[in-house]
């Protein structure tokens, strides 16, 4: 009887600041899902007007919550509803909210990235490629369906704690005649940058509602990081935001200058949703030879999406953010063409990355560790760059973090490779520090550290390589 477990002692297994916070969500949740069947289409404030006349019964009756979060979740699992909850921290108080909780920082502004037409990108051979916005038509047929539309643009948020050179130039540019020149002092471009994906299962969220900790970063950083809002399922499926965000990433590196960086080191991060990306990003770099990250950071990454048991998993059975219904509404809603013409290939690639299966379709077996890097050939996983995953022992999808680590080791990938595993902490814990709660902001803290030695040692890198001297 899955109600007892979000009941009176849920979250029992949480330190205690954490226990509490978490029995607000699940409570929010609950009295959410109360009001959104009848007023899904008022505006937001109205809905949690009425979630909360529900969420004071729910607190009053913590039993009758727990059976409300069980008929939402894993008997009538709705994906138009899960959005709908996890975009209420897009909404303009809590996005004004993150500003106020995060570092102050200098520059904080939205990008648009035009991607009507293809990038022309060097390729380390000395030739050039072409990288393109949406997957081909083909591809559009098959993975999202004949009626799908693709987009032609995606939005990026800049964030920098000091403003630098070359930011101002493409302010100007995009702004109109009411351009009011920046009256602070225009610092020296930063050899650095950091790209980031944000999480939120594929389907909802952006990088307003991660900027709290991204304006931290920023701080502790002193470079700036460019935050991608790739495009979000269902209504955009698997490949689409494989496509954008190669794209965003590629598009970065060819405008880094109106980013304030020389590029010179740059690093993937992501969290969750966005550190699948992050991985992908870097795979798919590898395959176009085009120049990679320095380094790829991952915060509870999702590397393997298939509905298949392991030990973590058994953990959605109760989980606050990502309950066993959740985590099918995501992947089926990002995945769901693709896990079911591959069901098989991919359980046979997870027990053996090597096995003997889509060899006659190498397009296709590309797809499939686009999807799941965890299941990338070993020849692509071999060149990976320098990479780093914070896990949390009480997330679902730790074993993903474990057996990624535990492939790269089996190829001689020890000393640039780390995992740490944050002991109770459930997964998304990196938009809960907030709460005060000391281990997540240690966990962050030690990302942090990981990143400046990533950019460190990436620039280091480029500074003594053949090509750069003969470039100098």
Not at 26 to 37: G, Q, V
Not at 250 to 258: G, I, R, S, Y
Not at 424 to 447: C, I, T
Request: charged share 20%; net charge neutral.
């Amino acid at each position: 009887e899955l109600s007892v477990l979000y009941g009176d002692k849920h979250g029992y297994q949480y330190p205690p600041r954490l226990r509490q916070f978490l029995r607000v969500v699940i409570l929010a949740a609950a009295s959410y899902s109360k009001t959104y069947a009848k007023h899904q289409n008022d505006h937001p404030v109205t809905q949690l007007a009425h979630a909360y006349f529900h969420g004071v019964r729910f607190l009053m009756k913590p039993e009758q919550k727990g059976e409300r979060v069980v008929q939402q979740y894993h008997v009538n699992a709705d994906i138009d509803f899960l959005k709908s909850f996890w975009s209420l921290t897009d909404l303009p108080v809590a996005t004004q909210f993150n500003a106020v909780v995060g570092a102050s920082v200098e520059v904080c502004r939205v990008i648009t990235i035009d991607g009507s037409s293809p990038l022309v990108m060097d390729t380390m051979d000395g030739k050039t490629t072409e990288v393109h916005f949406c997957p081909s038509a083909e591809e559009c047929k098959v993975y999202c369906g004949e009626n799908y539309t693709p987009a032609t643009t995606v939005t990026a948020r800049l964030i920098s704690y000091r403003a630098l050179k070359g930011q101002e130039e493409a302010r100007k540019a995009e702004s109109s005649s009411s351009f009011q020149p920046w009256k602070k002092k225009v610092n020296p471009t930063s050899p650095y940058l950091i790209v980031h994906f944000h999480g939120g299962g594929f389907v909802a969220q952006s990088s307003a509602s991660h900027e709290a900790y991204l304006r931290d970063w920023a701080k502790a950083l002193t470079c700036p990081i460019l935050s991608i809002d790739y495009g979000l399922a269902p209504e955009h499926p698997f490949p689409v935001g494989v496509c954008q965000s190669f794209y965003a990433y590629c598009w970065a590196l060819k405008h880094a200058e109106e980013l304030g960086s020389s590029a010179k080191s740059v690093i993937c991060v992501g969290d969750s949703a966005g550190g699948n990306l992050a991985s992908v990003v870097t795979i798919r770099a590898l395959e176009e030879r085009v120049q990679g990250p320095a380094g790829v950071v991952m915060l509870y990454p999702a590397l393997f999406l298939q509905l298949c048991p392991s030990p973590s998993r058994f953990i959605s059975l109760m989980d606050p953010l990502l309950p066993i219904g959740s985590l099918q509404l995501c992947l089926g809603a990002y995945c769901e063409r693709v896990m079911e013409q591959y069901h098989s290939e991919v359980v046979a690639l997870h027990k053996d990355p090597l096995a003997d299966v889509l060899d006659s379709d190498p397009a296709a077996r590309r797809r499939l560790h686009h999807k799941s890097p965890l299941i990338a050939p070993d020849e692509l996983l071999a060149k990976f760059p320098a990479c780093a995953i914070m896990a949390s022992e009480l997330d679902p999808l730790l074993d993903d973090s474990i057996m990624f680590v535990r492939r790269m080791r089996s190829l001689q990938r020890v000393a640039d490779v780390k995992l740490k595993v944050s002991t109770l902490l459930p997964h998304g814990w990196l938009n809960m520090y907030f709460v005060g709660d000391k281990r997540s902001l240690q966990a962050s803290n030690e990302a942090v550290c990981w990143m400046k030695q990533m950019l460190a040692n990436g620039l280091a890198d480029r500074s003594s390589s053949p090509m750069s001297n003969d470039a100098n």
